[in-house]
């Protein structure tokens, strides 16, 4: 392989393809496993320090011009509406897609309660998805749909002007869930993720200039001790089904953490990217 190789979209395709085949990333596309968590899922936003990573990305897309009164945007994968719930009152129309039935409620349900007109959901698999609608932004955040290359190029064909994107730039470190890992499976966890450096590898290889920064995450969540082994033993559904063994490793790892009040303070560090890319800039 030479440095050119590097270069090349059609590497970062076919290293990401081996990885978007894995069983990690295909259970990451089922819905039921999104249903779960529906929920749950903008209190997490709420309560860490992903939702300020949010409000930061919709005003780096506000401060650029991509939002405004005429603009229209996808919103990709777009769980409860995290990111299109702010981005509707600033343009004409967002439209939702999201596998996840429960997501999709979860959203509809919010943008009631907001009285928000001009947001439409769609509950469907992005890689089916058969519209030749364009939007000026197609934008997608932490969706393991990033893994797999080609969910990119529906994105770039849909996208009339711009494609943004947040995904994972290192590895989820979750002491407890990788001593779960390690317990559960017998062997150190390695990390899944094509992650961000391949997405913009990829967009760079097929001759664009994406732009890409940083944001160094610290998820703190404090738990009562049975929605903490859920929250961990729904993490290791990703890499194997949890067994009744699995089970009883969780419980005995929180509960060996948690306070007298049986809480456990869960935290995880982590990076995203954010990947921002105007296909008409000079
Ligand atoms: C971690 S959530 C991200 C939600 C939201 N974009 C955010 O940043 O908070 C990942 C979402 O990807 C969705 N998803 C997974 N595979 C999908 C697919 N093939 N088509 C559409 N959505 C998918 C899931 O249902 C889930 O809502």
Not at 9 to 15: A, G, M, N, Q
Request: include cysteine; charge should be negative.
């Amino acid at each position: 392989m030479s440095f050119a190789d590097l270069l090349s979209s059609d590497f970062w395709k076919s290293y990401t393809g081996e990885a978007a085949e894995w069983s990690v990333v295909r259970r990451g596309f089922e819905s039921h496993r999104w249903d779960v968590i529906a929920d749950s899922y903008q209190d997490f936003v709420r309560s860490t320090s992903y939702g300020e990573t949010v409000k930061r990305v919709v005003s780096i897309l506000q401060a650029k011009g991509v939002l405004g009164p005429d603009k229209t945007v996808l919103d990709v994968a777009s769980g409860p509406g995290t990111f299109a719930l702010l981005m509707a009152p600033m343009v004409s129309r967002v439209t939702c897609i999201d596998i996840s039935p429960a997501m999709i409620k979860e959203l509809e349900a919010e943008l009631k309660k907001r009285r928000l007109t001009n947001v439409r959901s769609i509950c469907q698999d992005w890689f089916t998805y058969e519209s030749e609608e364009d939007f000026d932004l197609v934008f997608c955040g932490m969706s393991p749909i990033l893994d797999d290359l080609r969910a990119l190029d529906l994105m770039l064909k849909r996208s009339r002007r711009y494609l943004a994107l947040l995904y994972w730039a290192g590895p989820y470190e979750n002491d407890l869930f990788l001593r779960l890992y390690r317990e559960a499976t017998g062997e150190e966890l390695r990390w899944f993720s094509a992650n961000a450096v391949a997405l913009f590898n990829y967009l760079y290889g097929l001759g664009y200039l994406p732009e890409i920064s940083f944001f160094k995450q610290t998820w703190e969540l404090e738990l009562p001790i049975e929605e903490e082994v859920s929250y961990l033993l729904w993490c290791l559904s990703f890499y194997k089904e949890p067994s009744p063994l699995d089970a009883q490793i969780a419980h005995r790892l929180v509960q060996e953490k948690a306070s007298e009040k049986g809480l456990i303070k869960d935290v995880t560090r982590t990076k995203l990217a954010f990947i921002f890319l105007d296909k008409k800039a000079d």
